[in-house]
C-alpha cells in the first residue's frame, strides 16, 4: 500500500490486483484534477455542493473528497472495492459519506460538481454524458480528467454533442482537463426519456448477442471468442455439472455452455455491472430456462467456495482500463484453481504472446494444447 499526496492531504492507497509494485493506485491525471478543484473551490462550497464522481479507477477522487460527502458512479466492481478499502485505510469515519452507484443504476437528483475520469470505452462515454445531462443545471461545474496519451479528437466530439463548450487544458505531468460548460437549460439537448445503450448482433446460428455500452466487442463477435467457440469442451471430454464463465462479457460462452451441457448449473461472473447485465439479456433471449444461470458481479472469484466447479470457461482480459498487463489473468487462473474440484478443469483462450501456458504450468502443474492459429492458443489445465 502506498501514500498517495495530493491537495486535500495524504492517503494510503492500493490497487486491485496489486501485483506489480511498479504500478500505483492513481496517476497524475487525478491529482491534476484534484489540485483544479482544491484551487477553485474551497471546502464550505465542497461541503453544500452535491457532488458526483465518475469512474474512479481506484478511488484517488473518492478517497480524497469522501470528506465532503459523494456519490461515486462506476461499472467496475473491482475499482468499487478498491475505494471502499482504501477508504477504510485512510479515513474510516468518512465511509458512509459516499454512495456507490453502478453503471446499470439510474442517478435520481441534481449535482452541482462532476468530477469524472474519461473511460476506454468511448460508447461507455457517450452513454455516460447522455445519460448526466438530466441531473445536472447550468451552474454545474464539470471537469473530465485522462492522460494526455489517450486523449483524442473522438472524444471531444464526443462532448461537443452535449456541452456548449469544451475547454482542454495545458498539459500538466503528462495529463490534461477537460472543463464542460452545460447547455442552457442542461436537459434540451435530449429527449427526457432515457433508455439503456443496448446493441446487438446475430451468430451463425440465429442466437442474438446483447451488449450494453461499456461491454468489449459489443456489437460483433471478437475473433479470440469465435476461435474458443470452434474448439469448445464438449460432455465428451468432461462430464461437467457446474460451470462457471469467468470474465462472461456478453455471454457468448455461456450460451455455447448451456448448449453443450443442458443440465449443468452456469455461473457467468465479471467485474464489469454492464458486462453482468449484458450476460442476462443474452441467455435470456436465448434459453428457455433461465433459472440454471447465476449472474454475479465479482472480483475474479473470490467470493466464491473452494472446490465447487467442474469446469471454468475464461477469455481473460490483457488490460485493465488503459493499463496494458497480465496482472488480472493471473489472479483469474489463482482463483480458478482455488474453486475447481478435484480433477476440473480450466479452459481459456488467449492471444499467443502472451505465454498463458507458462502461468498454467507453474500453478496446476500442468497444461494441454487444445488449439492455437497464428494469432490465438486455446489451453486447458487439469486441478489435482
Known amino acids: 500500500m502506498a501514500q498517495y499526496q495530493n491537495s486535500f492531504g495524504q ?40 457532488i458526483l464522481i465518475l469512474n474512479d479507477d481506484f478511488g484517488a477522487l473518492t478517497v480524497s473528497l469522501a470528506r465532503f460527502s459523494c456519490d461515486s458512479l462506476s461499472d467496475s466492481y473491482v475499482s468499487q472495492q478498491a475505494a471502499v478499502n482504501n477508504i477504510q485505510s485512510s479515513c474510516p469515519q468518512f465511509i458512509k459519506q ?44 464539470i471537469i473530465g480528467a485522462i492522460m494526455a496519451k489517450n486523449l483524442h479528437h473522438s472524444v471531444i466530439e464526443i462532448l461537443d454533442n452535449y456541452f456548449s463548450s469544451v475547454q482542454v487544458s495545458l498539459a500538466w505531468k503528462k495529463a490534461r482537463l477537460i472543463h464542460l460548460v452545460p447547455s442552457v437549460p442542461a436537459t434540451a439537448a435530449i429527449n427526457s426519456d432515457i433508455r439503456p445503450d443496448i446493441s446487438e448482433f446475430l451468430l451463425d446460428d440465429g442466437s442474438r448477442i446483447f451488449g450494453l455500452s461499456n461491454v468489449f466487442s459489443r456489437n460483433r463477435l471478437d475473433i479470440g471468442a469465435r476461435f474458443f ?19 462472461c462479457g456478453n455471454g457468448i460462452l455461456s450460451l455455447k455452455a448451456a448448449q453443450y451441457f443442458p443440465d449443468a448449473q452456469i455461473t457467468a461472473v465479471d467485474e464489469s455491472y454492464m458486462a453482468v447485465e449484458s450476460a442476462r439479456m ?11 444461470f447465476e449472474f454475479i458481479c465479482a472480483n475474479s472469484l473470490q467470493q466464491f467456495e473452494s472446490e465447487q466447479a467442474d469446469l471454468i470457461i475464461c477469455n481473460p482480459p490483457f488490460h485493465q482500463n488503459h493499463t496494458v498487463g497480465d496482472a488480472v489473468a493471473w ?8 474453486v475447481l474440484k478435484d480433477r476440473g478443469e480450466l479452459w481459456i483462450v488467449g492471444n499467443r504472446h502472451l ?13 494441454f ?16
Open 11 to 50: 492517503f494510503q492507497l492500493k490497487r486491485i490486483p496489486d501485483t506489480d509494485k511498479n504500478l500505483q493506485a492513481w496517476n497524475s491525471a487525478d491529482s491534476y484534477l484534484l489540485k483544479e478543484l482544491f484551487e477553485q473551490m474551497d471546502s464550505e462550497a465542497l461541503h453544500k455542493a452535491g
Open 98 to 141: 459516499v454512495n456507490f452507484l453502478n453503471s446499470t443504476e439510474t442517478l435520481n437528483k441534481s449535482y452541482d460538481l462532476v468530477l469524472f475520469k474519461i473511460p476506454k470505452s468511448l460508447a461507455f462515454l457517450q452513454y455516460q454524458m447522455r445519460n448526466l445531462l438530466p441531473y445536472i443545471h447550468e451552474n454545474t461545474k
Open 229 to 247: 467457440l470452434q474448439h469448445f469442451p464438449e460432455p465428451s471430454e468432461i462430464a461437467a455439472q457446474s460451470i462457471i464463465d469467468l470474465g
Open 282 to 292: 443474452t441467455l435470456a433471449d436465448n434459453v428457455d430456462k433461465l433459472s440454471r
Open 331 to 338: 489472479e483469474m487462473f489463482k482463483q480458478s484453481k482455488r
Open 355 to 367: 505465454a498463458y501456458h507458462l502461468k498454467l504450468k507453474k500453478l496446476f502443474g500442468n497444461q
Open 369 to 384: 494444447l487444445v488449439a492455437t492459429n497464428n494469432k490465438f492458443v486455446i489451453l486447458k489445465a487439469i486441478n489435482n
